[in-house]
C-alpha cells in the first residue's frame, strides 16, 4: 500500500510538473486564459496584433485586451507613418492615440488639432445648430470653421447668405465608420 501511495503522489507531481511547463510556454504566445464566474474561459491578450486578429473588429479594446493601454509598438507606427524622424520623442505618439481593430488589423489614431479620433465620422448633410448659428453671425463667409461645424464632419462647409451649406466631400469613413484619412494601419514591424 505504501509503494501505491508513493507511486500515486509522484505522479500527480509530475503530471502536475508538466502542466507548469505548458503554460509557461503559452505565456510567450501574449495570450492568456481566465476563468469567468460562469465557468467558461474568456482569452485575453497582450499583444495588439494577435488581439485584433482574433477579435476582427473593435472600436476600442475591451476587457479581452489586458498589454499596455498604447503599446510601443503602436506609438512607432505612428511615428513611421507620420514620417516623423526616428529620434522623435516617442511619447508624443503614446499621448492621444487612439487604437483599435478593424478586419482583424490594428488602426491608429493620433489627436491633433483637429483630428476627432475618438468620433465616428459625422455623414450627416443636415446642418447643425453650431453652424447655423455661424452663418446667422456671418452671412456669406467661404468656410465654417472646425468649431461651429463639428471635426467629425466628412464635409467643407460654408455660407451662403445666413444658410450653412456643403462645399465638397473632404473625407469619407472608413468600414469601422470613422474618418478614413486620420486613421493608420499599423504593421508588426
Known amino acids: 500500500m505504501r509503494n501505491f501511495r508513493v507511486c500515486f503522489i509522484t505522479t500527480i507531481i509530475l503530471l502536475f510538473s508538466i502542466v507548469l511547463i505548458s503554460c509557461k510556454d503559452k505565456s510567450d504566445q501574449n495570450v492568456t486564459v481566465s476563468m469567468k464566474k460562469d465557468s467558461e474561459t474568456e482569452q485575453t491578450y497582450t499583444d495588439p496584433f494577435v488581439y485584433c486578429e482574433a477579435v476582427g473588429n473593435v472600436d476600442s479594446p ?4 489586458v498589454g499596455r493601454q498604447v503599446p510601443e509598438v503602436i506609438a512607432r507606427g505612428l511615428q513611421k507613418a507620420f514620417e516623423a524622424p526616428a529620434d522623435a520623442p516617442l511619447e508624443t505618439f503614446i499621448r492621444g492615440t487612439y487604437w483599435r481593430c478593424m478586419d482583424g488589423k490594428v488602426y491608429a489614431c493620433n489627436v491633433g488639432a483637429n483630428l476627432p479620433c475618438d468620433q465616428k465620422a459625422d455623414t450627416s448633410r443636415e446642418p447643425n445648430q453650431g453652424m447655423t448659428d455661424y452663418c446667422e453671425s456671418n452671412p456669406d463667409s467661404e468656410f465654417i470653421p472646425a468649431y ?37 494601419e499599423i504593421t508588426p514591424n
Open 62 to 65: 475591451d476587457s479581452r485586451y
Open 148 to 184: 461651429a461645424s463639428g471635426r467629425a464632419t466628412v464635409y467643407e462647409w460654408r455660407c451662403k447668405g445666413k444658410e450653412p451649406e456643403i462645399v465638397k466631400e473632404i473625407s469619407k469613413p472608413d468600414a469601422g465608420g470613422y474618418i478614413s484619412n486620420i486613421w493608420y
